[in-house]
């Protein structure tokens, strides 16, 4: 926002008054809390911000308009004046039947989007009854092991009607395959399926972890959801391009707009090298961004992203339709911000992480509850979550204008020194091959880890206060309402399991498991033949089984 | 020359939540420990079998799935199987107050939940352990 020369010798000049007979004065009699502040992610914060301070920022290029590149102030013309985000709360546990009574509930409270956790042996490919399954059934989410399991989670829930969102990446397709299934089975089109498939792989190499297959027919089959989608679902978002799991796992702003971004230019580049059209498969990446506590650096942070990514899509990838330079997120508060001491501040925290989610312009909203530093949230603590987000969205008035903090000095600059950061690590990424060659080797991870240990060495001198741990502290009762999954849950699941194994058509199952291998071996899209393979009932866990035959499975190089 | 306490971090099950077990080992190495840490997807079995191997003091495991009910006391079992009954085995993870009783009495001597400082850590294991 360059302002003339006159105009800026008289600001400089008044800045110097100011500091001279008002600041400096105040300082001799009150020094500041400390000698230097800082963001979260060790940015240095100065005291005040004025137009000298954006003077590189010109509003035309770099800020612009709403709905229009590089989408600074946001990706739709009217933004929440339109309507608002949509509300998306991350559930799932224990079985399909309970799974789906706690969706239905939300729905019935005012919650717009569905999106389904599900349990890790589903994560990493195993049915519910493999021996590395143990414990883990239905505890971090819903266990899926076939179809049916698919369709009693959505039962009574019309596919047409609700936009599902599902966190699974390493069987995606496989997922995908089964909501289809389901889908035609409830008689909705697919064509007219609306939702989102996590499928980012590349981030659980770096941040978390439920990898199964190495990088190189992982990215095939990111592909093969990309290609299948654009000819048979062409509302569904192929990807969720993940920097939430990057900055759980200790990583800074400026490091969780980076590598994200370094995985979708690796994405891109895929489905280019495919023979893809950029401009068929673009508008359906989607993105999925952490809102952390340091409120003015989560909101710079997310415009800075879309800036950067309508930048490199334009620029770099010469994508022509304007919908493929957009960066549509989706958010989640921190759950590493929780604290398990005194959990009733979560809430307040996960109140301004939303507020910053919806400052910084998201498209959905996942609002963390009070319990889940200790367990998995109660139906009470979901509500109250999801009573956040509505509280934001329909009493505070923060969605009647676009983008209110455009045009805050501090939040200019702190967004174009996002970008400018995180376009030099891109550049790095860029020097070591690509996203998945920084991987292989490393780089992000000890990059990650190294953020973090910083950040908790900080919390231990006491340097980052948390209220409730490191300050603050009281002798408190353990909280006992916490929910409990039912020990009795893995028992049915296997029972379910044995079941179905009896019921199905054996030989069908095994020529389409034989089918889903052949093609594996070939450059066909695999969708179809897993489309087949779940309608006759193969589980999931054999389906992946085929596949980790075919692929091999990836082995993480330790590093400490 | 005081011997180096030896610390095995490990995770079993499922779990991908590797921020606290790696930022815990960090902290351990630098407090003068010597640190192995089996990444991730474990077997009780193959822990166990690691800890003997490597001939260490103490076993810390990291779950934060909600898994640790079963896999924690797997690998306590695990380790008797193979004579380690003095090396000593603590928890780390998202573990409700009521299951942290059950967990000692199967042998996880102590449990840092979320919030735990990495000085509290460390002088709990150096006020346990005597490196032989």
Redesign the interface.
Known sequence: MPCDRTGSRRLSSARRQWEDEVLNKALRRFSESREQFRTISDLPVDRLYDPTHVEQVDYVDDIGFPGQYPFTRGVQPTMYRGRPWTMRQYAGFASAEESNQRYRYLLSQGQTGLSVAFD??T??G?DSDH??????VG??GVAIDSVDDVSVLFNEIPLDKVTTSMTINAPAAVLLAMYVAVAEKQGVDPAKLGGTIQNDILK?YAA???YIFPPHPSMRLVTDVFAYCSENLPLWNTISISGYHIR???STAVQEVAFTLANGIAYVQAAMERGLDVDRFAPRLSFFFNSHIDFLEEVAKFRAARRLWARIMRERFKAKNPRSWMLRFHTQTAG?S????QADNNVVRVAYQALAAVLGGTQSLHTNSRDE????PTEASARLALRTQQVLAHETGVTHTIDPLGGSYYIERLTTDIEEAALAYIERIDGLGGAPQAIEKGFIQREI?ES??RY??K??REEEK?V???CLVTEEE???D?LR?DPKMTARQHARLEQLRKARDNDAVMRCLESVSAAAQSEDNLIPYMVDAVTVGATLGEICGVLREVFGEYQ?Q?T? | MKNKIRVLIAKPGLDGHDRGALVVARALRDAGMEVIYTGLRQSPESIAETALQEDVHVVGLSSLSGAHGHLFPAVVQEMKKRGLEDVLVIGGGVVPQEDIDDLRAQGVRRIFTPGSSMRQIVEYIESEVEPS
């Open positions: 890790l042996p994560q990493v195993y021996p590395m399954a143990q414990g883990e505890r971090v659980e978390r972890g439920t759980e796992a200790g590493s929780l604290t398990a001491q530093a200790l367990a998995l880890q973090a240990y908790q060495q919390v231990e948390v409730g741990v490191n353990p909280p006992t916490l999954v993480s330790v400490l």
